[in-house]
């Protein structure tokens, strides 16, 4: 239960990121690297991150009789916490960022006072771009691989199956003798190459909640890379400005991807209706589906984990109607909704 292709990839992200976290304590300690060591600690936090999401996820496809629709909303409340973690940190990173600027320029501007020890604090050294510049790469590149393991979700669990065209040496045999040269081969590449195309980021709000913590760690890594490449190509102080600018930039924009999720979540646990649901026009296509509905009293739509919707509906019928017309005027009902990507429905019938 715990291990599946759907956990894997967190699981994989815990460990590497842990790694990762030591590489950059270790030699962030070394080099006297303050940057690097903040940086750390982030990515510790990520794995904090982490360990939400894959408690979300393994605790959603629990069964409980305790709970009437599963645990599948834990989903939501993983996706919740993350996003709350991610918001609270891009605030910290704020301050940080707010004290390293007028730390610089307390430095760059006051040169009557002995500022080496806050130099040394707020300075990058140069001999340390060469490394910093090696270690964001390496970040980089598993924070990419990150991205799609964690995103994949079950995605790739849809790709086509070169099994599914070759199940064995003897149809391989039959296929070549029967078939046009290579056709099973360009028939996979095909459906593979257009499933690529298509590849869109998982509609789980628990993964987009895992995800803001890897993208955050991306766009740190290629802004780390550019500070150090700027720096090391450039003699002058005033280039140790561009470290905190750049991380205001990431800071927007994590703010801008997350504060929708904390509101998306919000609205579910609110249980407010789907924006795509107009409950006055879907009331007047029901009654033009089922005309023999009397009055419909009530119609109650809302999102169970953000990609299941639930409803219940009340409507009025006239006594007369027998129990077999009764059933096939709910098996219409449940029908309608369900073409509109209602999962549960419960129909509550009333007579008069």
């Known amino acids: 239960m715990f291990c599946t292709r759907s956990t894997w990839g967190f699981i994989l992200m815990i ?3 842990l790694a990762y976290f030591v590489v950059e304590l270790v030699f962030g300690h070394y080099s006297n690297t303050i940057s ?4 750390a600690y982030h990515m510790f936090g990520d794995v904090f991150g982490f360990g939400i999401g894959l408690f979300a996820l393994v605790f959603s496809k ?24 991610m918001i609270t940190l891009c605030w910290t990173i704020m301050i940080e960022i707010f004290i390293k600027i007028f730390s610089i320029y307390k430095i760059l501007n006051y040169n009557g006072e002995d500022n080496s ?8 050294q140069k001999k340390d771009f060469p490394s910093i510049l090696w270690i964001a790469i390496l970040g980089l590149i598993i924070n990419i691989i990150g991205f799609f393991v964690i995103n994949h ?13 070759v199940n064995s040496t003897n149809d391989a045999i039959l296929n070549i003798k029967e078939s046009k040269p290579h056709e099973t081969k360009k028939n996979f590449c095909k459906k593979y190459t257009n499933f690529i195309k298509n590849y869109r980021v998982n509609p789980n709000l628990n993964i987009r909640g895992v995800l803001l ?63 795509r649901y107009n409950l006055n ?24 984990d953000g990609q299941n919707n639930v409803s219940t509906i009340s409507i009025i019928l006239y006594k007369n109607y027998t129990f077999r017309d009764t059933m096939q005027y709910k098996q219409n009902i449940r029908k309608f909704f369900s073409t509109r990507n209602v999962d549960n429905i419960n129909v509550q019938i009333n007579y008069i």
């Open 213 to 275: 913590h890897i993208i955050g760690d991306i766009m740190g890594s290629i802004m780390v890379i550019v500070n150090a490449t700027i720096m090391l190509k450039l003699e002058y102080d005033w280039v140790q400005y561009f470290d905190p600018i750049c991380s205001s930039i990431i800071v927007i924009i994590l703010m801008i991807g997350t504060v929708p999720i904390i509101g998306k979540t919000c609205r579910i646990l609110m249980q407010k209706t789907p924006d």
């Open 15 to 17: 460990f590497l990121s």
């Open 62 to 85: 629990e069964k409980s009789i305790k709970y009437s629709y599963g645990r599948s909303r834990s989903i939501i409340l993983g996706g919740l916490t993350n996003a709350v973690f």
């Open 117 to 124: 020890e806050m130099e040394r604090v707020y300075f990058i």
């Open 153 to 165: 979700n079950d995605y790739w669990d849809k790709l086509p199956n070169p099994t599914k065209y």
């Open 281 to 304: 026009n879907l009331k007047s296509e029901l009654k033009n589906e089922v005309p023999q509905i009397m009055t419909i009293e009530s119609v109650h739509i809302w999102s169970l």
């Open 36 to 39: 690097l060591i903040s940086d």
